[in-house]
């Protein structure tokens, strides 16, 4: 699996480090609320484990599947909701944990849906932020990292349903694809 890998662009390590950074900078700005995390099927999971970890406060964790990528490498444009959240949005302070940003339209889909449901405040974290492919007008809160324009897999990146296992994000050999 790691030889199908040509470059690592972001380590383990810098991962674990960025998150114990985002986790107390978010204790800071969630301290006296009950914030609801919700993390976007299924690429946000290892960071999101990761991340959490780190916020001392209490929370609330719940899941969405809102797919616009169909297991190529670019983006069809739309978002269709896969699995919705059991937990009822109004009034709540909704933090969207996504793995990346690179159209944006998934993200500006999900901020419209929890406004229409009323949340109390909406605000995003994500791992990665891939500036040269949006389209939406849209940008997260805190970000980790900004990456280039590449197509990168790991720590919940697929290509193809393979490689979200990898501990570190990295860049695949254009073999890979060929094949
Ligand atoms: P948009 O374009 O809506 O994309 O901001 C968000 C979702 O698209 C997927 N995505 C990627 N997945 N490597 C991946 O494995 C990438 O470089 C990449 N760029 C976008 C991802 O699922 C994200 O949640
Ligand atoms: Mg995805």
């Known amino acids: ?11 383990e390590e810098e991962i674990q480090e960025k ?19 919700v993390g976007v099927l299924k690429g946000a999971t290892p960071f999101m484990a990761d991340l959490l970890k780190r916020v ?3 929370l609330e964790m719940d899941f969405m599947d ?7 490498t670019r983006s069809s444009g739309e978002v269709k909701i896969v699995k919705d959240l059991d937990t009822k949005v109004e009034g709540r302070d909704i933090l969207i944990i996504e793995d990346i940003i690179d159209s944006g339209l998934t993200l500006s889909y999900l901020v419209d849906l929890f406004k229409y449901r009323q949340a109390n405040s909406i605000k995003v974290v994500t791992l990665l932020d891939k500036p040269a492919g949006r389209t939406a007008h849209i940008k997260a809160d805190t970000i980790g990292f900004e990456i280039p324009d590449e197509f990168v897999v790991g720590y919940g990146l697929d290509y193809q349903e393979k490689y979200r296992n990898l501990p570190y994000i990295g860049i695949l050999k254009p073999e890979v694809y060929g094949g």
Do not use: W
């Open 1 to 11: 699996m790691h030889s199908e890998i040509e470059k690592v662009l972001i380590s």
């Open 19 to 37: 998150c114990k950074e985002m986790g107390a900078h978010l204790t800071e700005e969630y301290k006296d609320r009950f914030p609801l995390a």
């Open 56 to 58: 001392e406060i209490h």
């Open 66 to 72: 809102v797919s616009s990528y169909h297991g190529g």
